[in-house]
């Protein structure tokens, strides 16, 4: 659209031509993001997401691993000579920023093959449609997540059913299961069900190599029991033993860095601030997701508890 008005305006440079293409240099205002929820516009929209957008310059990882996202929502993107991953998209609104980062780093978005996803609340996944268009990627998923990705609502046995907001639509999402991999080059990526927060909720795993030193990189899903009024994660038929083994698989998986959608849940920019001052990779931190792991299971265990004696839950 944008280029067949710029062509159509270096067509007749007179007067009024030269005009239009120099206004054909200013990339038009994103239209603002309507956010809704099972379809029906949300009154007051999203409140945290002001705060959620705040830009950061991209961060190494390890290797051709980066840190992309905003300074409170994680997307890192993997690269390598046969194409890039991304994992979570963040925010439709961020997704100019997110490009920019992406480019920043060298990476032609249009290299992008497949984009990834920690789960699908908006927050990690609204973005996902729009990468998806800028890029040509393909988006994979593992089952729940998958269909959630193509609906664009959330299902109704979401923790967040009613409260959290839809996301755009993505079309062909490809199914992976439970211990899955991707391969993108010699980029091997892991799909471990890690659910609670959502059902879907999924845990990558990779290698990334640096000077023939090799690290196992994890990013964790959030493990946080949160949800709508008259959720009960104890009414969940199997839920309890499900999130029990992701606990197990983020405790036993090889792990030495480890990376949280929000990176606050992860200590991030504590460990990227201590990297700066000691000139270490101090980014490193083996027994990261055994800690993780164990503030997961006493979350969950505290609100099973508080359901089971029926007390308040928030
Ligand atoms: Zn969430």
Redesign the pocket.
Known sequence: MRLAALALSLSGLTGAGRVHAQRAQTPPAPAPVVYTIGGRPAPGGCESCAEWSVPHAPVRVHGTSWYVGTRDLASILIMTPAGHVLIDAGLEATVPQLLANIKAVGANVRDIRWVLNS?V?Y??AQGTAAVVAASGARVAALPWSARALEAGVMPADDP?FGM?FDNPRVRAVRVLQDGDTLRVGGLVLRAHATPG??PGSTTWTWQSCEGGRCVDVVYAD?Q?P?SADGFRFTAQRGLAEAVERGHRTLETLPCRLLIT?HPGASRFWERVAQGTRAGADSLLDVTGCARYAGRARAAYQARYAKERAGSPLR
């Open positions: 789960h609340h927050d990690h967040q959290a927060h959502t959030s946080t949160i959608p």
